[in-house]
C-alpha cells in the first residue's frame, strides 16, 4: 500500500473546530499541570487504572465467552489485573511513588553503566572514542546519578517531576493542536 501526501488541502471546517477546541482543553490542563504537577500525576496514575480495570474486565468476559483451551488463564489474569488496577486507582499516589522509586532505581544503575563505558572507552585496540564523547558519557552518568538519589531521598520531587514533563507535553500537544486548526492544514497521510 502506498501513502500520499494531500499538499495545501485544507480541512473541513468542523475539523478544524475540534483541533482548535481540543488543543485549548489540552492547554488548559497542561497549564494545571505545571501548577500542581504532584495532582497531575496522581490523576495520570488514576486514568491508567480505570483503563487497566477495563481490560481486566475485557479479559474476564473473553475468557468466559471465548477462550475455551486458555480459559482460566485468561479470567485469573482478568482478575488479577483488576485487582491491580483497583489498587492504583485507590492509591495513586503510593503507586507513583513505587513507580518513579523503581525509575530512580533504573536510572541510577543507567547512570553507573554510562560512567563506566565513558571510562573504559578507548582502552581496547578496536575502539577510538573521542575524549570529548567519554567526558560527556561520564558527566551524563554522573547527573543520572544525582537525579536518581535525589529521587530516592525524595520521592515527591520525582512525582512532581513526571506532573511536570506531563504539563509540558500536554502544552506542546495543545499548542500544535490549535496551530494545525488555525492553519486549516491537513496533518494525515491518505
Known amino acids: 500500500m502506498t501513502t500520499t501526501k494531500i499538499i495545501g488541502a485544507k480541512s473541513p471546517t468542523w475539523v478544524r473546530a475540534l483541533q482548535i477546541g481540543i488543543g485549548a482543553i489540552a492547554i488548559g490542563l497542561s497549564i494545571a499541570a505545571l501548577i500542581f504537577p504532584v495532582i497531575a500525576a496522581a490523576a495520570a496514575f488514576t486514568v491508567a487504572g480505570i483503563i487497566l480495570f477495563l481490560l481486566g474486565i475485557e479479559q474476564v468476559v473473553a475468557g468466559i465467552f471465548l477462550y475455551k483451551s486458555s480459559r482460566f488463564a485468561h479470567i485469573g489474569l482478568g482478575i488479577l489485573v483488576m485487582i491491580l488496577s483497583s489498587l492504583v486507582m485507590v492509591y495513586p499516589l503510593a503507586t507513583a511513588t513505587l513507580v518513579v522509586f523503581l525509575?530512580?532505581?533504573?536510572?541510577?544503575?543507567?547512570?553507573?553503566?554510562?560512567?563506566?563505558?565513558?571510562?573504559?572507552?578507548?582502552?581496547?585496540?578496536?575502539?577510538?572514542?573521542?575524549?570529548?564523547?567519554?567526558a560527556f558519557s561520564i558527566g551524563?552518568?554522573?547527573?543520572?546519578?544525582?537525579?536518581?538519589?535525589?529521587?530516592?531521598?525524595s520521592p515527591m520531587f520525582g512525582i512532581a517531576l513526571a506532573g511536570f514533563i506531563i504539563g509540558i507535553a500536554l502544552l506542546v500537544y495543545g499548542i500544535r493542536?490549535?496551530?494545525?486548526?488555525i492553519s486549516g492544514r491537513k496533518e494525515g497521510m491518505l
Open 177 to 181: 493542536l490549535v496551530a494545525t486548526g
Open 140 to 153: 551524563a552518568g554522573a547527573l543520572a546519578i544525582v537525579l536518581s538519589i535525589t529521587i530516592m531521598v
Open 103 to 134: 525509575a530512580a532505581i533504573a536510572l541510577l544503575l543507567s547512570g553507573i553503566a554510562s560512567i563506566i563505558a565513558g571510562l573504559t572507552r578507548g582502552r581496547g585496540m578496536t575502539t577510538t572514542t573521542s575524549k570529548g564523547s567519554r
